[in-house]
T-cell receptor, first 114, second 116 residues
Framework: GAVVSQHPSWVICKSGTSVKIECRSL??????MFWYRQFPKQSLMLMAT?????????EQGVEKDKFLINHASLTLSTLTVTSAHPEDSSFYIC??????????FGPGTRLTVL | AQTVTQSQPEMSVQEAETVTLSCTYD???????LFWYKQPPSRQMILVIR??????QNATENRFSVNFQKAAKSFSLKISDSQLGDAAMYFC?????????????FGTGTRLAVRP
């Protein structure tokens, strides 16, 4: 399957700072990218969907001004958590979809906000 | 909106034995995809098996097979000859063919333990 990378794999930041997470498709062009959030021992919850060159579509209840998503190219999407607070601590996972029906997942980023 | 239900938070199986994980879903659509994903301790999501709703034949991938009952909206995963490496969280997921922009809707997951 396709390879998706995320960077960083783990980040610790102070409350009030912003954190950027990168998601890259290494061997295919991703027409659509998805960002998920996973709390401990819970399922993946979709935060937003983005298509290259377009604004992201956010799920209900997700603050678009807090979770900024940029999908500038077919191989890179970024999620910026602005003014992070301890309740934003979670595991963030991206996935990418190419021309087929399958989504390929990144390894995830653990965010800890102190 | 579609919902996916996994009623077994935890399951346990003896190594080399067979285990079945349950999944039910609710939808008004006739065409869709169903998936089982595995999430080991590394947290990397791995696709285990996929089923297209229009196909009557149950999907199989080596030791993994599904029992797809469309009328009952049931999609269970059978793992045969269980191995220690099968220990993980397993998520059932639904994807619409027409609507929702390729979004996946996940169940709450089943944690599978494999006893040596």
């Amino acid at each position: 399957g396709a390879v998706v990378s995320q960077h960083p794999s783990w980040v610790i930041c102070k409350s009030g700072t912003s954190v950027k997470i990168e998601c890259r498709s290494l061997d295919f062009q991703a027409t659509t990218m998805f960002w998920y959030r996973q709390f401990p021992k819970q399922s993946l919850m979709l935060m937003a969907t983005s298509n290259e060159g377009s604004k992201a579509t956010y799920e209900q209840g997700v603050e678009k001004d807090k979770f900024l998503i940029n999908h500038a190219s077919l191989t890179l999407s970024t999620l910026t958590v602005t003014s992070a607070h301890p309740e934003d601590s979670s595991f963030y996972i991206c996935s990418e979809k190419g021309g087929g029906n399958e989504q390929f997942f990144g390894p995830g980023t653990r965010l800890t906000v102190l | 909106a579609q919902t996916v239900t996994q009623s077994q938070p935890e399951m346990s199986v003896q190594e080399a034995e067979t285990v079945t994980l349950s999944c039910t879903y609710d939808t008004s659509e006739s065409d869709y995809y169903l998936f089982w994903y595995k999430q080991p301790p590394s947290r990397q999501m791995i696709l285990v098996i996929r089923q297209e709703a229009y196909k009557q034949q149950n999907a199989t991938e080596n030791r993994f097979s599904v029992n797809f009952q469309k009328a009952a909206k049931s999609f269970s995963l059978k793992i045969s000859d269980s191995q220690l490496g099968d220990a993980a969280m397993y998520f059932c997921a639904y994807r619409s063919v027409k609507s929702s922009g390729d979004k996946l809707t996940f169940g709450t997951g089943t944690r599978l333990a494999v006893r040596p």
